[in-house]
């Protein structure tokens, strides 16, 4: 219901609408709408994408987050499974996370809500989400399809949260050949561990996007 109530009024077209939420003998369920294509983490299974369309991918779901930010509501999520590529249209999925700006990262057993891999650093030490939470997990998103890579590697899953919060981040200029040096600084503005020096907000990152 939480859900429902976060990501039900979202009408864009790069968010996947919400079109029922009801409750039947199985239980609550949600009508969606349906969208046919590939998830963006099917697509980098076969490796990185070209600078122009990981852009152009992300340029898409910072639209989408603006639209969701401007209404309160933070996504918590954003990762290549829940960026779907259908025809046109690059749609933002999943809101199942979705809270109003107030919530934290942290149920109430105390668990890391979201994929580990994308989420914050400042959620991971249970901050409240934000606007910058999510532009961080858009980064996370940009730089595994400009590379074909995750940010941070760690095959040992109980030292990935220590990784996630000290690792150096290889900028992705480094690991592509010829990519725009304003594509690379994006990127790393958008993983910068310290969330008051991330871009301002979805808007702002969709503007400079569309630019590049």
Known sequence: LQEAQAAGKLAHPNIVTIYEV???????????????????????????????RSVAYAAQVADGLAYAHARSVVHRDVKPANVLLAAGDVKLADFGLARRFDATALTAAGDVVGSLIVLAPELLTGAPASVQSDLWSLGCTLYHALTGRVHVECEDARALPARLLNAPIEPPGMRVAGLPAPVSLLTMELLDRTCARRPPSAAAVGARLEEL
């Open 22 to 52: 009801g409750q039947d003998p199985a239980g609550d369920f949600m009508a969606m709408e349906c969208v046919e294509g590939d998830t963006l983490e099917q697509v980098l299974k076969r490796g990185a994408l070209p600078a122009e």
